[in-house]
């Protein structure tokens, strides 16, 4: 079990449900970042006690700045410098990942040039920057643990058997929408589209759980994460959230992890890994299960998924500008000002017209990644 974490995002949905894990397991914050939300954090440092804290939002951290004056507690400079000097504290052992977005980019690296382990629930990171992020895991020797619930399902079922593995079993719900055509999908709402029927998540994670961008992003993640060719991952629809991946051996043995669909579960792992401990989670009652499902998914009603997926293939840029695109489209369809379906259409386009570049460099995948959301703005525009 790791002894003292910062926690990137701590009062985001992953990051709460990490807090409320190092709580009640005892674990020591070194440091808590946000965005904006100074009222929760100042809840969260009453409990954890961090030393250093920032705030990404500049009128925020003023107010950060304020509040804790002549507290003793440190506070970061606003935006990405303060969560790379989060990441790269002396005396914390382990960085949870919790931002969303491509912002987790930088700080993940400095959090493994720095040695820490990554408890890792930025998919972004690996998505766009993937195979950066792992060579340079590999030189410094930085642990990276998946928080992902599939992704940290695959880990479980592949440890000792990384040179066994044929095929990885990819499990998604299919979303509230499962089986709706894009004419049905039209008219989805923002509303709609945040009821993930088994999951509570925030808002941009349960939009790309919908559209199923979110398994296509999970794809690329994990080719990253276990060093797995496109042709080794199959894709399932599993609606009932109880087996969160399999993997299949080289023998046809599959192994499954089954569990109730709470993100506590993973978070801890990541956190106790190799051990494990008593976690407040309920526990799952096989008796009480109707039944499980497993369907292939169609990619004709779900052109996030498949757009993806041909993006695993191509790589270089590509998945770069996919995550920014997506990003961008959703963020403006919360807004309401891009439909449902447009969410698709405005990757699609930007994947187009951005230059793509097959072997980047690090300043290359940064600079898709700010052309593709500058193209999705003034597309809308």
Same mark, same amino acid.
Request: proline letters at 4%; charged letters at 25%; one cysteine or more.
């Given at each position: ?18 807090v ?13 970042t946000?965005?904006k ?8 440092i ?17 107010? %950060? ?5 002549g507290?003793g #507690? ?9 969560l790379?000097?989060a ?15 491509? #912002? ?8 493994i ?21 792992m ?10 643990v ?22 990885? %079993?990819?499990?998604g ?14 008219? #989805? ?7 993930h029927?088994?999951?509570?998540m ?8 919908a ?13 990253h ?8 991952i199959? #894709? ?7 087996v969160? *991946? ?32 008593e ?8 008796t009480?299960?109707s039944?499980?499902?497993?369907l292939?998914? @169609? ?14 293939k ?8 996919? *995550? ?7 963020a403006?369809?919360?807004?309401r ?16 017209s ?9 300043? @290359?995948?940064l600079?898709? @990644? ?9 597309r809308?525009s």
């Amino acid at each position: 079990m790791v002894d003292k974490v910062v926690i990137l995002g701590s009062t985001g949905s992953i990051g709460r449900q990490s807090v409320e894990v190092c709580r009640r397991l005892g674990i020591k914050a070194a440091a808590l970042t946000t965005n904006k939300n100074i009222g929760l954090l100042m809840e969260q440092i009453k409990v954890l006690r961090p030393e250093y804290v920032s705030a990404f939002d500049k009128d925020a951290s003023e107010r %950060l700045r304020a509040e804790l004056e002549g507290t003793g #507690v440190t506070v970061g400079p606003p935006g990405e410098a303060g969560l790379i000097e989060a990441a790269s504290l002396e005396g914390a052992d382990c960085v949870v990942t919790a931002v969303s977005g491509a #912002v987790g980019l930088r700080p993940t690296l400095a959090a493994i040039e720095a040695k820490k382990r990554i408890a890792l629930a930025n998919k972004e990171t690996l998505v766009c920057a993937g195979t950066v992020v792992m060579r340079r895991a590999r030189e410094t020797g930085a642990e990276i643990v998946p928080v992902d619930s599939e992704h940290s399902a695959i880990f479980q079922c592949l440890s000792g058997r990384a040179g066994e593995l044929r095929r990885i %079993l990819l499990t998604g719900s299919g979303g509230p929408f499962r089986g709706w055509s894009r004419e049905q999908t039209a008219g #989805v709402t923002p509303e709609q589209a945040v009821k993930h029927p088994n999951w509570s998540m925030g808002a941009k994670i349960s939009v790309d759980s919908a559209t199923m961008m979110n398994k296509g992003l999970e794809f690329i993640e994990a080719m990253h994460l276990f060093s797995a060719r496109p042709e080794d991952i199959e #894709v399932l629809i599993h609606p009932e959230s109880v087996v969160h *991946s399999a993997v299949e051996l080289v023998d046809g043995t599959v192994i499954a992890q089954l569990g109730v669909p709470d993100m506590a579960l993973p978070i801890q792992y990541a956190l106790t890994w190799p051990e494990r401990c008593e976690s407040a989670s309920a526990r799952l009652d096989m008796t009480a299960l109707s039944g499980l499902h497993f369907l292939k998914p @169609d990619y004709e009603k779900l052109p996030c998924l498949a757009l993806a997926m041909d993006c695993a293939k191509r790589g270089g840029t590509a998945p770069a500008v996919l *995550s920014a695109a997506n990003e961008a489209a959703v963020a403006l369809f919360l807004a309401r000002r891009l439909g449902y379906n447009e969410i698709y259409d405005c990757v699609a386009a930007a994947l187009g017209s951005i230059d793509f570049i097959a072997e980047p460099s690090l300043e @290359d995948i940064l600079a898709a @990644d700010t052309a593709a959301r500058a193209f999705v703005r003034e597309r809308i525009s």
